[in-house]
């Protein structure tokens, strides 16, 4: 079965830098646009960056000075680079893989930023 696990998450202080991982496995990863997603406990899940199949990259506002997500499609993995973290970044940060017709989602990891 396809299978997104997630790693990285820890408990840094403000000003800190983390790297999040996701491998896929048993789908085409080369062939998916691959997401950062993330959602703090009372919050909706929102979307963090994007890289799509082609390579292009979109972040929300909040992140876009400070995080790049990049992806290696020989290793089936894509990463998020998250620089001066702030406490508005802790959550659960999960990460999607999608095509056209097809959808999956990883079980996440926990990001704490204390201040």
């Known amino acids: 079965q396809v299978q997104l696990v997630e790693s990285g998450g820890d408990l840094v202080q403000a000003g800190d830098t983390l790297r999040l991982s996701c491998v896929a496995s048993r789908i085409i990863f080369r062939g998916y646009d691959m997401t950062w997603y993330r959602q703090a406990p009372g919050n909706q899940r929102e979307l963090v960056a994007t890289v799509t199949s082609g390579g292009t990259t979109t972040y929300r506002d909040s992140v876009k000075d400070r995080f790049i997500i990049s992806r290696d499609n020989a290793k089936n993995t894509v990463y998020l680079q998250m620089n001066d973290l702030k406490p508005g970044d802790t959550a659960v940060y999960y990460c999607?893989?999608?095509?056209?017709?097809?959808?999956?989602w990883g079980q996440g990891t926990q990001v704490t930023v204390s201040s």
């Open positions: 999607n893989a999608r095509t056209k017709f097809r959808e999956f």
